[in-house]
């Protein structure tokens, strides 16, 4: 009688674990996460389309580069998610993904920024902001622009 009693509260307890992990799986919503980095990269390198012609190899390097981290990452999701036996591993996945849109998001800045220095003939004082509202980028003396608020080592001015 006591071994019934045994296992039957071993199988319950059991059953009460893996249907709170199933629930808090479902919680998690990884396509959700995942389908938006998968749109930010796909804007992304649509964008690209044809830059080629247009932009210095250098710069499309350094935005190929950050696309490049962005589809690693999402990838590193997915195969996460798809061998998920735990809640941490759903949030995992999500970090990675989440990962992976902050890396296209920011490869999305770098191009606005590059393409708006080549309109202006890479001079002028200005301050302007990402059209998707990511930051305000302050232009300093030279062709290229500091992150609103960082500091410029004193070297590079004394030239």
Known sequence: MKNNLKEELVVLTVCAFVGISGAAAQNFNFARH???????IAKVSGDLGGMDTIMPRQELNAIH???DNAKKRLDAAKSLEHGASSP????LA???????KSYADAADILHFEFMRLQSQGRAG??????????GAMQQNQGDRQQPHGSMQMKSMQMK
Request: net charge positive; glycine share 10%; charged share 20%.
């Open 65 to 67: 580069g950050l696309l």
């Open 88 to 91: 941490r591993d759903h949030a």
């Open 125 to 134: 004082k200005t301050k302007r902001q990402h059209p998707s509202g990511h």
């Open 34 to 40: 995942h389908a938006t980095a998968q749109a930010a």
């Open 94 to 100: 999500i970090a990675k993904a989440g990962a992976a």
